[in-house]
């Protein structure tokens, strides 16, 4: 074998020292490789930040046992008697103890305030043990002193130096509490838990004596540096066992566990589902993005490859060294890639509560995830090289040797892949017919939902595989629409569009990477509105005003009602009554709430009829009782009362879930009367005159005051603060929303990215075209707006492929898993998506434009090799 030999190791080292060197020669090439790669592994890395953050985030705000606890000591379960201050000191004694808290659970209602409720946790303050961080004042550091989290400041309006009366529990005498009086001496936020409610927080030894008993009932325990868990665990079961025989010893990695799968489940699991499946499409999009590049680098480099072809290099060897750049440029970009997006992680928290309020927990370091993301970019990077690679090594000198546009300038399509892409579309359609033909119905109970969200993810995946294989056929159609303003704008328009259309397997590989960002985004808007308008809903039902006040059997007149509503802080004052009559041998609550008195009422939607057709002789029925009585909008209905006999009603319309208040059936209030309510209303609803947790807590104490003055006995009256239920869903969805278009705004970055790297290359390539549209008169400036437009039509073309597949598909979702959400179009936010990415991709262009407008057209036409 000599060294003329292909098969010789020189030949190896020759073929692939060339294409290393050619990489080295064109660093606007390598550039332009290396983005799009970076910002591939940057999305897939940010993708497992987020998810971090997301997992922690929810952690954190539910779960009770900070990461410094190393054992968790509970009494026993049928004794119950828990751990005195005794048992404390000894366990603190022990030689492999660096520190252990007594947790105490108390509270009460506020003395001279009805129906406000303080809830007491004893906590350090500071330290690996704390739940909390002082934000303002100084820690408790004496008998009957608090600090307070924020919620408690904000609505009860305790500030340092303030203080607050507390009807707290007696053990010895449970039927009679005791006051207390504390100080409030600082504001500290909650690092371990939500701060639902408002809450006070002091050292155990000084919280114990108010507890519900004498005992702790949890102790939790720090290691010293250096002591095993179980040595620890050998040490305080020593001292349990003399003074709590048969207490339970938990590590705290166990009981973090425990709180981890009780906090992490149901909609939340679902979440952290489709983030997995999100990082799933983030390498997929990473793929195509790649894989269009490097199809578009070597598509010019035809005349090297051929080159070497014609002296003998073996396909084989081409391919390999193509390979072997491709693995050079992932890991290098990869590891960039990975580390911007570790930086970019750990600065989401503060810009998070800088710009948008909400408080995120900082994600870890994953180094695992992080080499894995490095290796796995070169292995994707070398998986996209392979397709192009073998497409540019195979082909003859004599083809190679033509103009390096010719290529990715043709038109048609192979028949494979044109069967392919057909096959694709009609599985894509035959599963989305099989879940239009069984969709389930509001309320329905036995309808698979993890199997309907399964076929719709796979419909989904195949339209999208098809859109990648036929995209080159849809390319011109969909230009000759979105094209049409263009060519409107004189030659740089009529120009741009040709370019895009005449490389139409270029510009549907560009498209698609734009499609599929799109798709997400609109996706996420319509999953979001949709989720929304039912979270809305809900609450409108569940809490359709920020009170609720109702009274004993008596309730409240006509007049005390005006009084009510007559109140500076409260709005939206309504009265309501309930009875409770059958139908149909069942017993159903009967309300003549009118939701449209109220702001919420406006959230709530119809299966049937109209809400603002209920009056004298008409009703409202939930989805349950519609279902029961075999009743739809204009149909009638007979209710029955103990007292007054039939009362026949036609049905206004009818819900898809309960009524306001978990009413069965709503009726104007003269109907009520014909069935025999009390002329006096049950309860009262009312909204706080302004916004915010303090015009809250003043509504709330304007409602104390109220009752007060006309109840003799406030103990008749229950007062329940619905809003509280209401913040916390909003705040979920604001976390969901959040995280939902943070994780899709990676893929935009990646579309953008990629339209930038395939304009720079195309405008290589394009070299000897603009020198010659130069030479014929063509100025900078106009060279500049037809590239940039190229760019823009690349965004339009995606965006219109992108909004056809994402919002009929996030419908789809939206009806298989939650069948009671209202199907919404955020058209307004779809729209700026739409224009901001044909603007976005259009700016996108500016650079490789400007880089085209400095080629004198000499320089262009001698040399565009």
Same mark, same amino acid.
């Given at each position: 074998m000599t060294p003329s030999t292909p098969t010789h190791p020189s030949w190896r080292a020759s073929v692939l020292g060339s294409q290393l060197a050619e990489l080295l020669r064109r660093p606007g090439r390598l550039l332009s490789t290396g983005l799009s790669v970076l910002v591939a592994a940057f999305v897939v890395f940010a993708t497992v930040m987020a998810q971090q953050i997301t997992v922690n985030t929810t952690l954190d705000r539910f779960r009770g046992t900070p990461e410094g606890v190393?054992?968790?000591?509970?009494?026993?379960?049928?004794?119950?008697?828990?751990?005195?201050?005794?048992?404390?000191?000894?366990?603190?004694?022990?030689?492999?103890?660096?520190?252990?808290?007594?947790?105490?659970?108390?509270?009460?209602?506020?003395a001279g305030r009805f129906e406000s409720y303080l809830e007491l946790n004893s906590d350090p303050g500071s330290g690996p043990l704390s739940r909390v961080e002082l934000v303002k004042g100084g820690y408790p550091d004496g008998a009957r002193e608090i600090a307070v989290n924020r919620r408690a400041a904000e609505e009860l309006r305790l500030t340092p130096g303030s203080r607050t009366a507390l009807l707290l529990t007696d053990p010895e005498n449970p039927e009679k509490p005791r006051k207390v009086?504390?100080?409030?001496?600082?504001?500290?936020?909650?690092?371990?838990?939500?701060?639902?409610?408002?809450?006070?927080?002091?050292?155990?030894?000084?919280?114990?004596?108010?507890?519900?008993?004498?005992?702790?009932?949890?102790?939790?325990?720090? #290691?010293?540096?250096?002591?095993?868990?179980?040595?620890?665990? +050998?040490?305080?079961?020593?001292?349990?066992?003399?003074?709590?025989?048969?207490?339970?010893?938990?590590s705290g990695s166990a009981v973090r566990a425990q709180e981890e799968r009780e906090a992490v489940g149901g909609d939340l699991r679902e979440v952290f589902q489709l983030i997995s499946v999100f990082l799933a499409v983030a390498v997929g999009a990473a793929a195509l993005v790649a894989t269009s590049t490097f199809r578009i680098v070597f598509a010019q480099r035809l005349r090297q490859l051929a080159l070497l072809r014609a002296?003998?290099?073996?396909?084989?060897?081409? %391919?390999?060294?193509? #390979?072997?750049?491709?693995?050079?440029?992932?890991?290098?970009?990869?590891?960039?890639?990975?580390?911007?997006?570790?930086?970019?992680?750990?600065?989401?928290?503060?810009?998070?509560?800088?710009?948008?309020?909400?408080?995120?927990?900082?994600?870890?370091?994953?180094?695992?995830?992080?080499?894995?993301?490095?290796?796995?970019?070169?292995?994707?990077?070398?998986?996209?090289?392979?397709?192009?690679?073998?497409?540019?090594?195979?082909?003859?000198?004599?083809?190679?040797?033509? #103009?390096?546009?010719?290529?990715?300038?043709?038109?048609?399509?192979?028949?494979?892949?044109?069967?392919?892409?057909?096959?694709?579309?009609?599985?894509?359609?035959?599963?989305?017919?099989?879940?239009?033909?069984?969709?389930?119905?509001?309320?329905?109970?036995?309808?698979?939902?993890?199997?309907?969200?399964?076929?719709?993810?796979?419909?989904?995946?195949?339209?999208?595989?098809?859109?990648?294989?036929?995209?080159?056929?849809?390319?011109?159609? %969909?230009?000759? %629409?979105?094209?049409?303003?263009?060519?409107?704008?004189?030659?740089?328009?009529?120009?741009?569009?040709?370019?895009?259309?005449?490389?139409? +397997?270029?510009?549907?590989?560009?498209?698609?990477?734009?499609?599929?960002?799109?798709a997400l985004v609109s996706g996420a808007l319509v999953g979001i509105a949709c989720l929304s308008g039912y979270m809305e809903r809900d609450a409108a039902v569940t809490a359709p005003a920020d009170f609720d006040v109702a009274a004993d059997a008596r309730g409240w007149d006509a007049a005390t009602v005006?009084?009510?509503?007559?109140?500076?802080?409260?709005?939206?004052?309504?009265?309501?009554?309930?009875?409770?009559?059958?139908?149909?041998?069942?017993?159903?609550?009967?309300?003549?709430?009118?939701?449209?008195?109220?702001?919420?009422?406006?959230?709530?939607?119809?299966?049937?009829?109209?809400?603002?057709?209920?009056?004298p002789g008409r009703a409202v029925v939930s989805s349950d009782t519609a279902e029961l009585l075999g009743v739809r909008a204009g149909d009638t209905f007979t209710l029955r009362s103990r007292r007054n006999g039939d009362v026949r009603l036609t049905v206004a319309a009818t819900l898809p879930g309960q009524g306001p208040l978990q009413a069965n059936i709503l009726v104007a209030p003269r109907d009520l009367d014909r069935l025999g309510a009390p002329a006096n209303a049950s309860g009262i609803l009312a909204d706080a005159a302004g916004e915010g947790l303090a015009a809250r807590g003043e509504a709330h104490r304007a409602l104390e005051t109220l009752v007060r003055a006309h109840v003799p006995d406030p103990d008749d009256?229950?007062?329940?603060?619905?809003?509280?239920?209401?913040?916390?869903?909003?705040?979920?969805?604001?976390?969901?929303?959040?995280?939902?278009?943070?994780?899709?705004?990676?893929?935009?970055?990646? #579309?953008?990215?990629?339209?930038?790297?395939?304009?720079?290359?195309?405008?290589?390539?394009?070299t000897r075209e603009f020198g010659l549209l130069r030479a014929l008169g063509l100025g900078g400036g106009a060279l500049r707006r037809t590239i940039a437009m190229e760019a823009g039509l690349y965004g339009v073309l995606g965006g219109v492929l992108g909004l056809a597949l994402g919002v009929p598909y996030a419908w789809l979702l939206i009806r298989v898993t939650l069948a009671e959400a209202p199907l919404r179009l955020p058209a307004g936010q779809l729209l700026v998506v739409f224009a901001g990415l044909a603007v976005l991709t259009a700016l996108a262009g500016l650079l490789p434009a400007r880089r085209a407008t400095r080629v004198t057209p000499m320089t262009a036409l001698g040399g565009a090799e």
């Open positions: 190393s054992l968790v000591a509970t009494p026993d379960e049928n004794t119950g008697t828990g751990f005195d201050a005794a048992t404390l000191k000894r366990i603190r004694a022990l030689p492999g103890v660096a520190g252990a808290v007594g947790r105490v659970d108390a509270g009460g209602l506020i009086t504390f100080t409030v001496t600082g504001v500290v936020k909650s690092t371990a838990t939500a701060e639902q409610q408002a809450g006070g927080y002091a050292p155990d030894a000084y919280l114990l004596p108010y507890g519900q008993s004498t005992a702790y009932p949890r102790v939790d325990i720090r #290691a010293s540096n250096g002591v095993p868990v179980a040595e620890l665990s +050998r040490q305080v079961r020593a001292v349990l066992d003399k003074a709590s025989p048969g207490a339970t010893l938990r002296i003998g290099a073996p396909q084989r060897r081409l %391919v390999t060294a193509l #390979a072997a750049e491709g693995a050079l440029v992932g890991v290098v970009a990869g590891t960039l890639g990975v580390t911007a997006a570790l930086a970019a992680g750990h600065l989401a928290p503060r810009a998070a509560r800088v710009l948008a309020g909400q408080e995120l927990s900082a994600p870890g370091l994953a180094v695992p995830y992080a080499v894995l993301v490095v290796v796995g970019t070169a292995v994707v990077t070398v998986g996209a090289v392979l397709a192009p690679a073998l497409s540019a090594a195979g082909v003859s000198p004599l083809q190679a040797l033509r #103009a390096s546009g010719t290529v990715s300038g043709e038109r048609r399509i192979r028949p494979v892949r044109l069967g392919a892409g057909v096959l694709l579309a009609a599985a894509a359609t035959g599963l989305a017919a099989l879940l239009l033909g069984d969709m389930p119905q509001p309320g329905q109970k036995d309808y698979d939902r993890d199997f309907g969200m399964m076929v719709t993810v796979a419909s989904a995946g195949f339209a999208f595989l098809a859109l990648v294989t036929l995209g080159p056929l849809l390319v011109r159609p %969909v230009l000759t %629409v979105a094209g049409w303003p263009l060519r409107r704008l004189g030659t740089t328009g009529r120009l741009a569009v040709s370019g895009v259309g005449g490389t139409p +397997r270029r510009a549907a590989a560009v498209s698609v990477v734009v499609a599929l960002g799109v005006r009084q009510f509503a007559a109140s500076p802080r409260l709005t939206h004052v309504t009265g309501y009554r309930a009875l409770t009559v059958t139908a149909e041998g069942r017993e159903f609550e009967v309300k003549d709430l009118d939701p449209t008195a109220l702001p919420s009422g406006r959230d709530i939607d119809t299966v049937t009829g109209s809400l603002g057709d209920l009056g009256v229950t007062l329940q603060v619905l809003a509280e239920s209401r913040d916390s869903n909003r705040e979920s969805v604001g976390f969901l929303l959040t995280t939902a278009l943070g994780l899709v705004a990676l893929t935009v970055l990646i #579309a953008v990215v990629g339209v930038t790297s395939t304009t720079s290359l195309t405008a290589i390539e394009r």
